[in-house]
């Protein structure tokens, strides 16, 4: 079994504490590292070893947003898993722009954190859906919805593989819900990343929130 490496960024040393006690209890997952800001985990990222960070949005120094774009400039096969409150509401989505693969509340259950940040080493996106209700409904109220447009230019059978995508569901998963073959959900995941102008799954959830086509979320 191959054993997910994760690095824990947070100013917190009570929440770093707490992370690594929950994740080190976990088959097949090791705590490589910590650090108290960004800096730390664009450094520790740069020596490689890491296949996912757990990071904080609000940090001293350069911050969640600009750590995660580093991250994933310098080693773009490493997952993001931001941690961030209702107060962060505002940057969760310049965070998501950044390349993170998604974003969870620090008060999410335990059990829950387990679920996401192996949810997201699938390559899984990852959104709570109480944060994202707050920031969607935001956009939606000072912004017209690109949700019919966004319809029009996809198929009904890609609106369905886009929703299950935004569910969590991997592409054996969606094949199994909607009694297809593994390599058709592959050609509509193309096809329907290729019609949104963009190469990455979590991206194009994101679209997918915005515009109000799909629900958010893994925790409640």
Partial sequence: MNVLKVFIADDHELVRYALRM????EPGV????????????VAAVADGGIDLVLLDLRMPGIGGIEACRQIKEARPEVYVL?????????EVFGVLAAGAGGYIL????PDL??????AIAEGQ???DSKIAARVISGKTDSEESPGAELMALLSDREVEVLRLIAKGMSNKEIARALWIGEATVKTHVSHLLHKMGTGDRTQAVLMAIQ?????????E
């Fill in 22 to 25: 929950l994740l080190e209890d």
């Fill in 30 to 41: 090791d705590v490589v590292g910590e650090s108290p800001d960004g800096e730390g985990a």
């Fill in 82 to 90: 931001v941690l961030t409150s209702f107060d962060d509401d505002d």
């Fill in 106 to 109: 620090k008060d999410t259950r």
């Fill in 113 to 118: 954190v387990v679920q996401a940040v192996r």
């Fill in 125 to 127: 996106a990852v959104f």
């Fill in 211 to 219: 515009a109000g086509l799909v629900d958010s979320g893994i925790a």
